[in-house]
């Protein structure tokens, strides 16, 4: 297995099984410190720098408080346009990474752009962790979905995952790339216009992913181990609310998770979402022994935790 220290963390395409596993086996090991909400000194001398060029909650702050966990100290921007970065200048990737690599030890970037954070790491003495970029991937989400899954279910391995929501958007594209890993079946439900391109299928089945499309979440409510979503009714999901058209209108039934369609799921079904939602998820489900969502993002910080340790060093 390669090692993690001064690894950067792109994307989960090229993800090993055995890493995945190792992974989750450092976040058992820290997840005690979560949940005691006490920090520990183990990256005290340590600083994780943030650039996020896009508008983030739970990712950005989930790192922030995975490094306090950790003892370590922070520093960074939320909003490119308060800097160098986003004004007037539009400074590069490539200067600002050159300056920011010597305010810290980890950079952790979220970027409009597919492929920005790979580009950080080209010039980046430190390592680079993906935490979304545009359209292209989200691993460190995805890394703790499937932490969640595996302590939920207690297996990875012989699950449905019914993945319901536009399946052009990153974390679609980094749990079909996971999911390759394991002895899974990933179930594609999305709208017409929202499906997923055929080059992206092109490299599922290249990687050897197991999927298959339906059309209608009756079809596949009842064989659903993990019910996995993300909003389908705006085309673009970085529009925020104020700027969406009067008509976007609302999500249709077949894509949508409500009391009523879990009365026939399985009794062990899990639901999962990386938020914000919309209409797509009623909070209706919130109280139902199916909803999950809250505790994936407590388990965003243990990964989190996980990450930022482990490409830092901590475990070598």
Avoid at 171 to 176: A, V, W, Y
Wanted: net charge negative; glycine share 6%.
């Amino acid at each position: 297995m390669r090692s993690f220290a001064g690894r950067d963390i792109l994307s989960l395409k090229e993800f090993e099984r055995n890493e995945f596993f190792h992974l989750f086996e450092i976040a058992d090991r820290l997840e005690p410190i979560a949940r005691e909400r006490r920090n520990t000194d183990l990256l005290a001398h340590k600083t994780l720098v943030t650039a996020f060029y896009q508008p983030s909650t739970r990712t950005r702050l989930a790192h922030e408080a995975a490094m306090h966990r950790l003892g370590g100290h922070v520093t960074g921007f939320s909003d490119a346009k308060m800097t160098r970065a986003g004004d007037f200048y539009q400074e590069s990737i490539k200067d600002t990474v050159h300056m920011l690599e010597y305010y810290g030890d980890v950079l952790v970037m979220r970027h409009f752009e597919q492929g920005a954070p790979h580009e950080a790491a080209k010039w980046a003495s430190i390592p680079v962790i993906n935490a979304g970029d545009g359209w292209g991937e989200h691993p460190t989400q995805v890394l703790t979905d499937l932490y969640t899954v595996l302590k939920e279910k207690g297996t990875l391995d012989g699950l449905t995952f019914v993945a319901i929501g536009d399946h052009r958007m990153r974390t679609m594209h980094s749990l079909g790339y996971a999911l390759s890993q394991f002895d899974a079946e990933m179930v594609i439900l999305s709208p017409e216009e929202m499906a997923p391109l055929p080059e992206f299928l092109a490299e599922l089945d290249d990687k050897g992913t197991n999927y298959r499309t339906v059309e209608h979440i009756d079809e596949v409510i009842g064989e659903a181990d993990v019910i996995y979503m993300e909003p389908v009714i705006q085309p673009d999901y970085t529009i925020p609310v104020h700027e969406r058209p009067d008509d976007y209108g609302v999500t249709p039934d077949n894509y949508k998770i409500t009391q009523e369609v879990m009365s026939r799921a399985k009794g062990d079904s899990i639901i999962l979402h990386s938020l914000p939602r919309m209409d797509e998820l009623l909070p209706e489900v919130d109280d139902l022994k199916h909803a999950r969502y809250w505790q994936e993002a407590y388990n965003g910080v243990v990964m989190r935790m996980t990450l930022i340790s482990s490409v830092l060093g901590a475990w070598e």
